[in-house]
Every structure is written in structure tokens, then in C-alpha cells.
């Protein structure tokens, strides 16, 4: 679903484990690693989206993890010119997308990036809070930024209680 101004609605997932280290995974057949995220489909809400996507991406279903909140409003980013695909209407200029932090209540052997046809990522692993800034691409790490200091206090307040929902 691609907004009146070019953005396309999109989800975000930060999962992380009860150390409070976050999936980080790896773009299959790049050197490129990122959040798990993906699009909003027409008819979809966003938590279903969220779930689907986390299943797709990282083979966990809702079961698996504890939802511990979102960002309160979208963050946008826009891509790069070498990626607009000036022949697709509407043009998609770029992303805005909920984030939604998530903790994983299972196992790290219940990730499985093969749950797709068509897998997304070919590794993965824990990383610090904010390692991911250091690595993300360039034109997504206001995005990652603002979504990283935004649930911070959530993941800190979990952290020091887990019996807080």
C-alpha cells in the first residue's frame, strides 16, 4: 500500500531476547543486515501484518513472543534515487513504517529464516541495543535512531521487571 505521497506502508520488528539483545539478521546473498520488516498488505492491519511478517521472516509465530509495545507514529525514510522504480504507479518514494518491539518467549532454535517460500534473510544473531546503528544501511538509520530511543525505555522497564506487561 503506497500512500498519496509515495510512501509505502511497512512494519517494523525489533525482537529481542531476555538478555535485551536484538535479531540482527543478514539480507540473503548480501552483505547487508537489517531488522526483519515488510509491507502492510490492503485489508490488513497492522498487528496482522506484524505477525505475518514475523512468521515469513523469522519462522516465529505470535505464540513465541510477548508484543511489548510500538512506536506511537509512523517514521519515515526515503530511498535513494539508484532505487526509485520510475515505471511502477504510484511511484514509491519510500518507507513509513511502525515499529513494533517484541520479546522472544521461546527458543532461539524456533528461528527459522527457511519458513517462507522465498526467505528474506540467511543469517542471524544477537546483537547490543544499539549495534545495529553502526551497521544499517545509510538512508535507514535516522529510522532505526528514532525507533531504537522511542522503545529503549519499554525495553529497560522489562528488563528490570518481567512480570511487566
Known amino acids: 500500500m503506497i500512500d498519496s505521497e509515495g510512501y509505502r506502508a511497512n ?13 540482527w539478521a543478514r539480507r540473503i ?5 537489517q531488522f526483519p520488516q515488510g ?3 490492503p485489508h490488513e492491519t497492522r498487528k496482522e501484518a506484524l505477525f505475518r511478517e514475523l512468521h515469513e521472516e523469522v519462522g516465529l509465530t505470535s505464540s513465541q513472543v510477548e508484543l511489548i509495545g ?8 526515503d ?8 515505471g511502477s504507479k504510484p511511484l514509491c518514494i519510500g518507507q513509513k513504517q511502525m515499529w513494533y518491539l517484541l ?11 527457511d519458513a ?12 547490543d541495543y544499539w549495534y545495529p546503528l553502526e551497521e544499517v ?29
Do not use: M
Not at 16 to 23: I, M, T, V
Not at 103 to 113: A, F, H, I, Q, W
Open 11 to 23: 512494519v517494523g520488528i525489533i525482537l529481542c531476547n531476555e538478555q535485551g539483545r536484538l535479531l
Open 29 to 33: 546473498g548480501q552483505d547487508a543486515w
Open 137 to 165: 544501511v545509510s538512508f535507514k538509520r535516522e529510522v532505526y535512531r528514532a525507533a531504537l530511543q522511542e522503545l529503549e525505555p519499554l525495553l529497560l522497564l522489562v528488563r528490570k521487571d518481567p512480570s511487566v506487561r
Open 39 to 41: 509491507g502492510i498488505k
Open 79 to 86: 530511498l535513494p534515487k539508484r532505487f526509485l522504480r520510475h
Open 70 to 77: 510500538s512506536t506511537s507514529d509512523w517514521l519515515r525514510y
Open 116 to 127: 517462507s517460500e522465498q526467505p528474506e534473510f540467511d543469517g542471524w544473531r544477537w546483537v
Open 103 to 113: 520479546r522472544l518467549t521461546g527458543r532461539d532454535e524456533d528461528v527459522r529464516l
